[in-house]
């Protein structure tokens, strides 16, 4: 089992940045590619940002290219999102979810999430 716990979520103005956090325990935490995804109110849980295990490859959802910026610290269990320019359709609950089989875009090939951190930008 991996156990993830988000940080960093806030309320922010348009133009402004956060950094999330997610902290992972219970394995090795540079055996699993790590992916962040996003839930608005009333829309699916969609994808955002992976990394592979080593850190080594990354892939961005076309709308926050440019902007967001994934990393991790497999030192510290740790992986993080920095969100610059924020707009407000990047509002939405922020998960992190972890793989011990591939990375990407897709949600069923993630095994374990954390319990999502609020981020909200207004205009």
């Known amino acids: 089992q991996v156990q993830l716990v988000e940080s960093g979520g806030g309320s922010v103005q348009a133009g402004g940045s956060l950094r999330l956090s997610c902290v992972a325990s219970g394995r090795t935490f540079s055996h699993y590619h790590m992916g962040w995804f996003r839930q608005a109110p009333g829309k699916e849980r969609e994808f955002v940002a992976a990394?592979?295990?080593?850190?080594?490859?990354?892939d961005y959802t076309d709308s926050v290219k440019g902007r967001f910026t994934i990393s991790r610290d497999n030192a510290k269990n740790t992986v993080y999102l920095q969100m610059n320019s924020l707009k407000p359709e990047d509002t939405a609950v922020y998960y992190c979810a972890a793989s011990g089989r591939t990375w990407g875009a897709r949600l069923y090939d993630y095994d374990y999430w954390g319990q999502g951190t609020q981020v909200t930008v207004s205009p």
């Open positions: 990394i592979s295990w080593s850190g080594g490859s990354t």
